[in-house]
């Protein structure tokens, strides 16, 4: 099974060009005005409307108003609506765009049996499951990221597909693929010299840990 390869937080075409070029399958562009990586739909629109047909596109949102999902979603043609906050099973059924549920994974017992359970509730109305690192965990990233994939891996859950996110980097990502062999791999802030600004060899190294597939 192929890995899908999102990479998110894109701010700028020439990002844009080299996530494609590097093999990315999906892109996302940030619609939460306190991210560092906020982007306004006119211009992710603009970088958007320059792409190949065939650039699948990602809009994220959190907690936002779904009347203004729906706009962005038709407006950019968006491919995927990605929900990052508490939004509940009857807001995504209004959702005009196949959705990524972000669900966030503490790593405790009790962090377990909730993540296993919300993803039961959201697995008939969404088409990925996005397990990230909570912002409010204490335990390093590293350590974190370690304890979530030995959870993931033995779920051995299929339904909804799991992608999976937070303090991925070039150095981490051939264990997470080894260990888990994830549906789908999101990346941001791993591959970013700066906030919203992408590192283009970190990002071709990044995919191609991924693929397995050299990028000239």
């Known amino acids: 099974m192929t890995c899908l390869v999102k990479i998110c937080g894109i701010t700028n075409l020439a990002d844009a060009q080299a996530a494609i070029h590097a093999g990315a399958d999906l892109l996302g562009f940030i619609f939460v005005e306190t991210s560092p990586r906020h982007i306004s739909p006119r211009a992710a629109n603009q ?47 209004q959702v005009s765009a196949p959705i990524v549920k972000v669900l966030s994974l503490d790593c405790d017992d009790s962090s377990f049996e909730q993540f296993k359970i919300n993803c039961d509730i959201y697995s008939e109305d969404v088409e990925f499951i996005l397990v990230d690192r909570p912002k409010s965990a204490l335990e390093p990233a590293e350590q974190w990221l370690q304890s ?43 591959i970013e010299s700066s906030p919203g600004v992408k590192d283009h060899d970190k990002l071709k190294r990044f995919v191609e840990a991924i693929k397995g597939e050299r990028v000239t």
């Open 148 to 190: 979530a994939v030995k959870f993931l891996k033995t779920q051995n859950m299929h339904r909804p597909p799991l992608m999976f996110a937070g303090g991925l980097n070039c150095d981490n990502i051939r264990y997470v693929m080894d260990e888990l062999s994830p549906f789908g791999i999101d990346c941001a802030s791993g």
């Open 47 to 93: 970088i958007i409307e320059t792409l190949p047909q065939s650039t699948k596109t990602v809009g994220v949102f959190q907690n936002e108003v779904l009347g203004v999902v729906n706009d962005v979603a038709m407006q950019l043609r968006l491919d995927y609506v990605q929900l990052h906050g508490h939004e509940q099973l009857d807001y995504c059924d």
